[in-house]
């Protein structure tokens, strides 16, 4: 693990902290492998409920360190970068960030890839590809017009302006702003919620609302499949029992 990213975990859920404040939290190489390392881990895990990514200081990270990004001496998609938007796709484990200040480029597009996104209301938000020379990354070409229409998304990634945190709530990019000082403890309620819920469950849930679109029908038969699984494991059997013995 680097020591520019933290781990600790607590209650069941994996913190990761971005810890270079000092460069607003901009992203290494070595730091995309110590997150890629660190999610891969709790994906293994089934203790772990959810995982919250922040970042420390002013930033919750100003996108890649652009001195280190081109120092990869050959970039194709097993670099780093890469190694971590695999991860983040394919992640199994609830995934929420909490966004304080900037969240340039890959601040952003990280985003399109949380289930739970909560902001501080001095959060920056920033996709400037276009204006580096680059195209979008993180699938944020596909995942975007999906989250917020087409001109919406054009607009984001054609004229890369910076937007605030309100205009994040209306793009639909976050689930709630609150005043700076309520960050941690709103992701510390979140974390608790989801740590209480059934592992297995939410894990399972995550995997059907990240589906790709099909037939109602379709997605019934696959819903009911693995709703009869869950109905057998001890977790919702056991949830069921404590419900029900609450109500009495």
């Given at each position: ?86 991860t983040l796709s394919r992640l199994s484990v609830p995934l929420v960030a909490g966004v304080n200040g900037l969240a340039i480029g890959i601040g952003t597009t990280i985003l399109l890839h949380c289930d739970l996104v909560y902001a501080s209301s001095d959060a920056v938000f920033a996709l400037p590809f276009i ?118």
């Amino acid at each position: 693990m680097s020591n520019l990213v933290k781990e600790e975990v607590r209650h069941n859920v994996l913190w990761l902290t971005l810890a270079r404040a000092d460069k607003k939290n901009a992203l290494t190489q070595d730091m995309y492998t110590a997150l890629s390392s660190a999610l891969q881990a709790a994906d293994r895990d089934e203790k772990i409920a959810a995982v919250v990514i922040t970042g420390e200081g002013d930033s919750f990270t100003a996108g890649n360190d652009l001195n280190d990004f081109l120092a990869i001496e050959d970039l194709d998609d097993s670099a780093p970068p890469f190694e971590f938007l695999y991860t983040l796709s394919r992640l199994s484990v609830p995934l929420v960030a909490g966004v304080n200040g900037l969240a340039i480029g890959i601040g952003t597009t990280i985003l399109l890839h949380c289930d739970l996104v909560y902001a501080s209301s001095d959060a920056v938000f920033a996709l400037p590809f276009i204006n580096l020379g680059l195209v979008p990354e993180a699938a944020s070409s596909l995942l975007l017009p999906q989250q917020c229409g087409h001109l919406k998304a054009s607009e984001l990634l054609l004229l890369g302006d910076s937007f605030d945190a309100q205009e994040a709530l209306q793009y639909g990019l976050v689930n709630k702003v609150v005043a700076p000082q309520e960050l941690s403890e709103t992701l510390e309620q979140v974390a608790a919620s989801l740590a209480s819920k059934p592992h297995g469950g939410l894990r399972a849930a995550k995997k059907l609302i990240k589906q790709p679109a099909e037939p109602v029908a379709d997605r019934i038969e696959r819903e009911a499949k693995i709703f009869a699984r869950a109905l057998s494991s001890d977790a919702a059997r056991q949830a069921i029992k404590d419900r029900l013995t609450k109500k009495k």
